[in-house]
């Protein structure tokens, strides 16, 4: 039995998930990994399916006992009026939303007069995708999740949501709901917004261009493959904050034009190598230092089965995997997995795997 279930719990459930997206889904997930009670309701009777077939929770009946806890997972522009809808259609329930922006929600349900049974938060996971299809209930392992109480939540709302973000395995963290919204607009909607620049330069490029995409690009643009949708509502609803940094960075592309205009080494050197402390102060998973990493390639023929052989392989080096991406080789018929592993086992699993006869590169 896990450790989890030994200790007092605040939180055991039944947990109602209104909207089994993405992130709803994926928290029904693991809180059924977890043993917890889940109830599922979408306005969307496929998405209500896919979750539940997926085993993310029961869809609602009318006839499941009340929840203790409400997760509301659904857009931004809806979070608001279904907080609401929670607090007042379970009166004995704790509500909490995972919307990506905090301050704009609040704003409405202060009013309530059950507020203090809501405490926001903000799970810092996701994937490119919506829906539940891509749903996991390992999406939040060692993943930050912002806890957002207000100035009237009670601390056992707050307890019960921090433990929710535990037992999915994240990383619970505390912030005023403004603070939260400050801190956002720089590590992810910010970020977004400049993946979408980048990737919009692409959109109309030469073919004969694009064909020289490598890993480089594809590492600064993934994001920006998002359906617009949920952008289209977070961005709007943090607007101050972003462009409050969207004006730095403007002063900034200013700074490096003419760094580059005038041939100035320094002042190109110098953002060049802020750019090298801002990767370095992104905490790694679990919120420890950076381990640093490197990369190893491999060639993997187009044949059934080398994958496999291949992650044999390195499991038997036993070397942990931090990362991999797989992409099509330009060179031969056949993918190029790029292993990302600690810097200081690169060496050996790079010899390993060459030594059982896959062409590999650093
Ligand atoms: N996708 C991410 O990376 C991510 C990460 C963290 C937080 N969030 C936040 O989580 C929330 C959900 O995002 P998602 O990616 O899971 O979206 P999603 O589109 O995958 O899921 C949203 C679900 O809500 C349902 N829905 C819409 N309005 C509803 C309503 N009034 N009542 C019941 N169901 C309703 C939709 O049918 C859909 O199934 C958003 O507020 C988003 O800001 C998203
Ligand atoms: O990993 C991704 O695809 C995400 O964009 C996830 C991401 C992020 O910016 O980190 C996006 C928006 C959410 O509010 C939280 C997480």
Redesign the pocket.
């Known amino acids: 039995m896990p450790d989890v279930d030994r200790r007092p719990v605040a939180l055991v459930g039944p947990v109602r998930i209104?909207?089994?997206?993405?992130?709803?889904?994926?928290i029904g997930l693991a809180l059924r990994a977890r043993g917890i009670d889940v109830q599922l309701?979408?306005?969307?009777p496929a998405?209500?399916r896919t979750?539940s077939g997926l085993g993310a929770g029961v869809p609602v009946t009318g006839s499941e006992p009340e929840p203790q806890l409400v997760v509301v997972?659904?857009?931004?522009d809806?979070?608001a009026?279904?907080i609401e809808g929670a607090l007042e259609a379970h009166p004995q329930a704790f509500v909490t939303?995972?919307?990506?922006?905090k301050s704009g929600p609040l704003a409405t349900v202060a009013e309530h007069a059950d507020v203090a049974r809501y405490c926001g938060s903000?799970?810092?996971?996701?994937?490119?995708?919506?829906?539940?299809l891509t749903a996991s209930a390992t999406l939040f392992e060692g993943r930050p999740w912002a806890v957002t109480p207000h100035a009237t939540t009670s601390p056992v709302a707050t307890q019960v949501v921090t433990e929710l973000a535990e037992l999915t395995g994240a990383m619970p963290l505390a912030f005023g709901p403004d603070e939260h919204d400050l801190a956002v607009a720089r590590t992810s909607h910010v970020p977004h917004l400049m993946a979408a620049l980048v990737a919009g330069r692409l959109a109309d490029a030469p073919e004969g261009h694009l064909a020289l995409s490598g890993p480089g690009v594809r590492d600064v643009t993934r994001v920006a493959g998002?359906?617009p949708?949920?952008w289209l509502?977070?961005v709007p609803a943090n607007a101050s904050a972003i462009l409050a940094l969207l004006g730095q960075i403007r002063a900034d592309l200013d700074r490096l034009e003419s760094a580059i205009e005038s041939g100035d080494r320094d002042a190109l050197r110098g953002v060049l190598a802020n750019g090298v402390a801002g990767t370095r102060a992104i905490p790694g998973k679990h919120g420890g230092p950076v381990r640093p990493t490197s990369s190893v390639f491999v060639h993997v023929p187009d044949q059934p089965g080398n994958l496999a052989r291949l992650f044999a392989d390195v499991d038997a080096v036993g070397v942990n995997v931090e990362d991999v991406r797989i992409d099509h080789d330009p060179a031969r018929a056949g993918g190029q997995v790029e292993l990302v592993v600690d810097e200081t086992r690169v060496e050996e699993l790079a010899s390993s795997l060459d030594a059982r006869g896959w062409a590999v590169h650093q």
């Open positions: 209104v909207g089994a997206g993405l992130l709803g889904a994926s309701e979408d306005l969307d998405n209500l979750a997972a659904v857009p931004p809806h979070l009026r279904v939303d995972v919307g990506s922006v903000h799970p810092m996971a996701g994937t490119q995708h919506t829906g539940p998002t359906d949708g949920m509502q977070i």
